[in-house]
């Protein structure tokens, strides 16, 4: 699988890449015309398992598209099965995991940050260099900060919040 390390502008181009491969597994599952395998195939390896990964070690800002890209490809496959389009509340509970009467499929733009944030905490002391630590303050911040996209756990005042960003810089690697 790997992933990509480098540049923001690399990291972006290479998860495209890799995303736009796991859209064409997608699209050829299609073709099997069998629902319940096409969903079975989407929630174990060609859907939330590959971007999932990519999540733990890749930048989310650098991501970004490459996930919003990717959401967008696997709404268009659970609408394939289902066979009628899905929004709203709809969407949301098609996502939800299954012991919540959802498909278990996550939305993947949801948990990026989440994902980054806790991979590259829990593996701190093996990394021997700033290349991952350097998106780590940012995305902990803006995860701090949005809430998770819950309109009452969003902070409305992040004065207190944006000096761990600039401390961030003058940490000792």
């Not at 701190?124 to 756990?153: M, Y």
Request: one cysteine or more.
């Amino acid at each position: 699988m790997g992933a990509p390390v480098g540049e923001q502008s690399f990291i972006a181009a290479a998860t495209h890449k890799l995303v736009q491969k796991a859209v064409d597994s997608l699209e050829k599952c299609k073709y099997l015309n069998d629902p319940q395998m096409e969903l079975l195939l989407l929630r174990c390896c060609t859907g939330a398992p590959k971007m999932t990964f990519w999540q733990r070690t890749c930048d989310p800002n650098a991501i970004k598209g490459a996930i919003q890209y990717f959401d967008e490809k696997i709404d268009e496959a659970l609408q394939h099965i289902v066979g009628i389009p899905v929004t709203g509340r709809d969407r949301a509970t098609m996502h939800l995991p299954l012991s919540f009467g959802g498909l278990g499929i996550p939305i993947a733009g949801l948990s990026s940050e989440a994902a980054f944030v806790s991979s590259v905490g829990s593996s701190w002391h093996l990394q021997p260099g700033p290349v991952a630590r350097k998106a780590f303050f940012p995305a902990r911040l803006n995860l701090i900060t949005s809430g998770s996209d819950i309109p009452e756990l969003a902070v409305k005042d992040t004065t207190s919040v944006s000096p761990l960003l600039n401390q961030s810089d003058n940490i000792l690697y």
